[in-house]
């Protein structure tokens, strides 16, 4: 079993910085893609960014590409979304996820075994 608790959301004016965490439990975090992903109010859950177990290739939906950055820090059991040049499209819940299969990084919010509880971030105008 594996628990993600988010932090660092928040209300900040659009062209604004934020920096999400995500803190995980357990001793095999090394194992896991992350993930993060989001959600607007009535819409459904959206891919943000992704990182590998190994290698730390990120990936990135192209609606936040050049803006987000995903990174891990595996000593600390942790990892990291720090967005810059915010839009108020980017309001939304942000969630964290662990994906425990091997091989290719997935965009899917059904490949994730692990999800934290959100953390949410308005940009406001």
């Known amino acids: 079993q594996v628990q993600l608790v988010e932090s660092g959301g928040g209300l900040v004016q659009a062209g604004g910085s934020l920096r999400l965490s995500c803190a995980a439990s357990?001793?095999?975090?090394?194992?896991?893609?992350m993930g993060w992903f989001r959600q607007a109010p009535g819409k459904e859950r959206e891919f943000v960014a992704a990182?590998?177990?190994?290698?730390?290739?990120?990936y990135y939906a192209d609606s936040v590409k050049g803006r987000f950055t995903i990174s891990r820090d595996n000593a600390k059991n942790t990892v990291y979304l720090q967005m810059n040049s915010l839009k108020p499209e980017d309001t939304a819940v942000y969630y964290c996820?662990?994906?425990?299969?091997?091989?290719?990084?997935?965009?899917?919010?059904?490949?994730?075994?692990?999800w934290g509880q959100g953390t949410q971030v308005t940009v406001s105008s």
């Open positions: 996820a662990a994906d425990m299969r091997p091989g290719y990084v997935s965009y899917y919010p059904r490949d994730y075994d692990y």
């Open positions: 357990g001793r095999t975090f090394s194992m896991y893609a």
């Open positions: 990182i590998s177990r190994n290698v730390y290739n990120p």
